[in-house]
């Protein structure tokens, strides 16, 4: 058993750091779409963050938590100058502008001298610890829902709803989008800072577009309207092309498929809470219309 | 205790209001009519800080709205609802109307992460205002149903609510009754005057003449973007300029 395990895990390990990494991504997207926000720029805010703790860890004696503080402090601060002018837009118009930015950095961090250019940085400490990532995700995951219970995540959900009726309720809509655009940002440069330091090597590709589409896709697929939803979503889609690993090429068909027939068929993702508590319902009416019977 | 100067308002080349002048008395109902597109929404969206006006004056309580953004408007005690429904769908009635006392909720980060005493007692007796809101309106038995299963004339009501939980001084109504049948009309005419008899100063906005004249204690007609008449029901009735307005001119025979 013990040895069983002991070779799972040295396969597997990247996988399972994966998901959790995964998990705080599409969490971080859903923080910005909780708040009516389709922002796509949470691939770009994980690269800065993974640039930040890996540039730290490489070139510096500071230590792992200085690296990962560095990496939810930087992004924190590039979404405040950048979220000022560009949270103005709703609607496509912002996944435009934040897909834009996405390749302002994905094209700066090829062009720098210090991120190693196309090459990236290679050679990274390897000092993520699987409980470094349970650890940042549940602490994520509990500090998420005390939000939602309060005012926060209230005028959250009001803006989501209607902007206007949000702010004559008295809620600064600028300054509540910004901090749901900064929180968004922290999250997933934590978990870029997570990811540099088990993958060895990153590179400015990483990054890009398809990366932001993904984080996107995971959020959506699992279902915005609760925290579990993104978190499954994660969890899934970065183990099903494991699962999938015997049909070979026909892999990422079989992926894509599956992507269309959830959208198509639970256009509100897996976790959809109203259909969940309706099944159940319709099970109890089932079952106690059998008694009288 | 609003006043409106020689307001003006155009978009691009249209006038839509032109030199206005009127002023809400404290307490009691005061009533803005006009035919439609006079301009009337045009008056609430300035209040409100939705738009600039073009020139003249607002001022509430001695406080010029000039340039005071729309959650800060609503700080200084006026509340507004909407002539095409703006409640929260997918909320229920109770997070509605919380979200209105959104500024009144003091507590800060640590107590929201920490689930201190502060935020646990801010957040209950927000719940309990809530209710008791809502039983003003007489909702309160659906408080926890989601705002979009209720009727039109309940969620306008709903509305009501979630506007008195900001604590507002002067209430602004947006056709409350537009679209409703004349039995709902007369409900909302009966929670109108109990919320002005509970203290509360409201504007509204009507055109439909019979039942502002039956509810307001001043009245304002609007005419293509002017005041033509301003006076109590009776006065307004007669006004030989509204009637022209509303009905029409008699040709001469």
């Known amino acids: 058993m013990a040895e069983w395990w002991e070779g799972f895990w040295l396969t597997y390990n990247t996988v399972v750091y994966g998901v959790g990494v995964n998990a705080l991504l599409a969490l971080s997207i859903y923080l910005t779409l909780s708040c009516g926000l389709l922002s796509m720029a949470n691939a770009a805010f994980m690269g800065i963050g993974a640039y930040a703790a890996a540039l730290i860890s490489m070139q510096t004696d500071l230590s792992f938590p200085v690296a990962l503080a560095a990496s939810a402090a930087l992004p924190a601060l590039v979404a405040m100058l950048i979220g000022i002018p560009t949270l103005r837009l709703s609607g496509v118009y912002l996944a435009m502008a934040t897909l834009g930015f996405g390749e302002v950095v994905r094209v700066s961090v090829i062009n720098l001298e210090f991120t190693g250019g196309p090459m990236g940085l290679n050679g990274i400490p390897p000092k993520t610890e699987f409980w470094h990532i349970v650890l940042i995700l549940a602490l994520t995951l509990y500090c998420l829902a005390r939000l939602r219970r309060s005012k926060i995540g209230r005028a959250f959900e009001a803006i989501k709803e209607d902007e206007i009726a949000a702010r004559l309720m008295g809620v600064n809509v600028a300054r509540y989008k910004l901090l749901a655009f900064v929180l968004g940002a922290i999250i997933a440069g934590l978990a870029g800072g997570l990811n540099a330091h088990y993958t060895f090597t990153i590179g400015p590709n990483n990054y890009g577009f398809d990366h932001a589409v993904d984080i996107l896709t995971m959020a959506v697929f699992g279902g915005t309207s609760t925290l579990i939803g993104p978190t499954l979503g994660a969890a899934i889609l970065t183990l099903l092309p494991e699962a999938l690993r015997d049909l070979n090429n026909y892999r990422l068909a079989v992926n894509g498929l599956i992507l269309i027939l959830v959208i198509l068929y639970l256009p509100q993702g897996l976790w959809d809470p109203r259909r969940i508590r309706a099944f159940w319902q319709k099970r109890r009416e089932q079952r106690t219309a059998g008694k009288v019977i | ?253």
């Open chain 2, 1 to 253: 205790m609003l006043q409106f100067d020689h307001v003006s308002k155009n978009f691009g080349g249209l006038q839509v209001l032109q030199d206005v002048s009127f002023s809400v008395p404290q307490g009691g109902i005061f009533g803005l009519i006009g035919p439609n597109g006079a301009g009337k929404t045009t008056v609430f969206n300035l209040i409100t800080g939705l738009i600039r006006k073009s020139g003249g004056a607002i001022t509430f309580n001695g406080n010029a709205l000039d340039g005071v953004a729309p959650h800060k408007i609503t700080r200084l005690g006026i509340a507004r609802t909407f002539q095409n429904i703006r409640v929260f769908k997918e909320m229920t009635l109770l997070q509605n109307v919380v979200v209105g006392m959104h500024d009144q909720l003091d507590y800060g980060v640590a107590g929201v992460l920490l689930n201190l005493a502060s935020f646990r007692q801010a957040e209950e007796r927000a719940r309990e205002r809530a209710l008791e809101l809502l039983s003003w309106v007489r909702l309160e038995h659906k408080a926890h149903a989601l705002a979009d299963s209720l009727s039109y004339g309940e969620q306008r009501k709903l509305e009501f609510a979630r506007a008195l939980a900001t604590n507002p001084k002067l209430l602004l109504l947006d056709e409350p009754v537009a679209g409703m049948n004349p039995s709902e009309k007369t409900e909302l005419m009966a929670e109108m005057i109990n919320i002005k008899q509970r203290g509360f100063s409201i504007f509204l906005i009507e055109h439909d003449m019979r039942f502002v004249m039956g509810l307001c204690d001043q009245i304002a007609v609007l005419n293509f973007g002017k005041i033509i008449a301003q006076g109590g029901p009776d006065e307004i009735k007669n006004n030989p300029e509204v009637i022209e307005a509303y009905l029409g001119k008699e040709e001469a025979a």
